[in-house]
């Protein structure tokens, strides 16, 4: 396993059951004892193991070494091994869960976010799940979480985009038929639904519109990696995606009229076998809305992504946005699955 500091740029730390939490057992339903502990770093390859084994939605990304987990995951700043707990049955790993606190300055109340929790197949119906579920809602009280959020949604999405939903963080994906029911049954509810389109590229698009004609001599589109994200935030969720920034600016004022973000779904594309894109943060300024701006900025985009001979493209949306999701079926988007966000008081 490479070592975190090769990866990260500082001196590695060896985490233990020592530093943070005892080790603890309990009997599983069916009398089979069970170890719970937190992360170790030799855990690294055996939580890849269990990913790949339970994880095999189409909104999963294949992990094909530890060194795509380390990047997106153990590299974050704000990595807790504390908050990660690892169940141990005969010596293997048999599923773990990871828990963070959201630190989105504008949070009304402070959130904690289990981000997944995954059992090997065979396992299942143990109650290892459940004991996970449990040892990450203790995690986050201690934290001072106000509301427990299951499935990460921005703001509240401290880790796995990038690995898992897609271009952005829709929660937990309806695709994964099991989390519902198992969530439900632990109170908490579904406070919000993330519709994730899809758009071929290796087929004719027909996107042309009559208003294009004078924005091409109006407007200029621009794009280049970003000085900086909106903010450390923005930084610590999204930066490890690399995204590129695309900008519709107008000639004659220089100021913005449209704005996005784009990336290259590198672990999605393995998995999909498909060169995948995502977009997200898309913003048409409030003048230029309606006047065909964003159906322009957005086929602009499309068919530059579309010369790089990416195949396919993924934009999320929520539910309730309906006229968002008008606008992109009528571009030929269709729908491929949809994330829920659930969540439950302390």
Known sequence: MPALSNLCGNAPTVYNDENFHAAATSRAEGGIVVEYRTFRNTDTPHLVAVWNETFTQRGAARLANNTTFERYVLCKPIFDPKGLFVAVQDGEVA?????????????SQSVGVTCLIGVRPALRGQGIGGELLNRCEGYLREKGAGILQTGGHWPNNPFYMGLYGGCESPGILQSDGLAEPFLVKRGYRVEQKITVLHRKLDQPMKMFDPRFVPMRSRYDLQFGSPRRLLSSWHELVHGNVDPLQFVLLDKQTRTWVAHTLVWEMDAFSHTWQRPTVGIFDFEVNTPARGTGVGRYFLSLIMKYIQEQFFTLVEIQ????????????????????DTGQVFVRNV
């Open 95 to 107: 599923g773990w869960a990871h828990a963070a606190m959201s630190l989105n300055p504008f949070n």
């Open 317 to 336: 949306l929520e539910e309730t946005n309906v006229a968002g999701l008008d606008f992109l079926k009528s571009l030929d988007f269709e729908n491929v």
